[in-house]
Nanobody, 127 residues
Framework: QVQLVESGGGLVQAGGSLSLSCAAS????????MGWFRQTPGREREFVGC????????DYADSVKGRFTISRDDAENTVSLQMNSLKPEDTAVYYC????????????????????WGQGTQVTVSS
């Protein structure tokens, strides 16, 4: 079984920074994409960004482009989300997720394509 565990959430003032980490454990698994999503009460889970495990290409939602950066650490088997210039509207529960099958890059935005999810970590940005 694959397990994903997020850490690093918390409370920060607007304009501040936080770094989230997603640690993968369990059986070794093929992954084509690792993604970050976020969700607020009453709203659907929203794509934040992703990284291709093969090419290390990244993509981001327009709302976070230029402020958030995804990176991977093969030695630690982790994926990180560096969040800078945080805004109150970034407040959400953040989830990491993995796609464990080959997937066309065009489908990277869809939460339905991701096979495994972490439990989420709360990020709160105060104004």
């Amino acid at each position: 079984q694959v397990q994903l565990v997020e850490s690093g959430g918390g409370l920060v003032q607007a304009g501040g920074s936080l770094s989230l980490s997603c640690a993968a454990s369990g059986r070794p698994f093929f992954r084509s994409l690792m993604g970050w999503f976020r969700q607020t009460p009453g709203r659907e889970r929203e794509f934040v960004g992703c990284i291709s495990w093969n090419t290390e290409s990244t993509d981001y939602a327009d709302s976070v482009k230029g402020r958030f950066t995804i990176s991977r650490d093969d030695a630690e088997n982790t994926v990180s989300l560096q969040m800078n210039s945080l805004k109150p509207e970034d407040t959400a529960v953040y989830y990491c997720a993995a796609v464990t099958k080959p997937l066309p890059w065009s489908r990277r935005l869809g939460a339905e394509w991701y096979d495994f999810w972490g439990q989420g970590t709360q990020v709160t940005v105060s104004s």
